[in-house]
Nanobody, 127 residues
Framework: QVQLIESGGGLVQAGGSLKLSCATS????????MAWFRQAPGKEREFVGA????????GYADSVKGRFTISRDNRKNTVYLQMNSLTPEDPAVYYC????????????????????WGQGTPVTVSS
């Protein structure tokens, strides 16, 4: 069974940086599209960014484009989210997600595309 474990969340100042990690096991990491979503208090869960299988391409929400970067370490079966220039709009619980299916379930920026989820790691930004 696929397991996803996020880490790296915490408190940072506005304008600062933070790097989140998502360690995976029990899946086919190199063949899976990986994504990050986030959910702020009182808001719906929203797409942050995704990395295609093999890390060939990435896609980001407009709200984080140019500030956040997704990368992969295939040796460690881990995907990262490097967050720079954090703002008070970024605090949320950040979730790692994986598409381990062999069929099309949805576009990469939709929750329905992913069948495995981590428990989430909170990110807080102070002004």
């Amino acid at each position: 069974q696929v397991q996803l474990i996020e880490s790296g969340g915490g408190l940072v100042q506005a304008g600062g940086s933070l790097k989140l990690s998502c360690a995976t096991s029990g899946g086919t990491f190199n063949s899976d599209t990986m994504a990050w979503f986030r959910q702020a208090p009182g808001k719906e869960r929203e797409f942050v960014g995704a990395s295609s299988r093999g890390g060939i391409s990435t896609g980001y929400a407009d709200s984080v484009k140019g500030r956040f970067t997704i990368s992969r370490d295939n040796r460690k079966n881990t995907v990262y989210l490097q967050m720079n220039s954090l703002t008070p709009e970024d605090p949320a619980v950040y979730y790692c997600a994986a598409d381990t299916s062999s069929y099309y379930a949805g576009r990469y920026y939709h929750e329905n595309a992913y069948d495995s989820w981590g428990q989430g790691t909170p990110v807080t930004v102070s002004s």
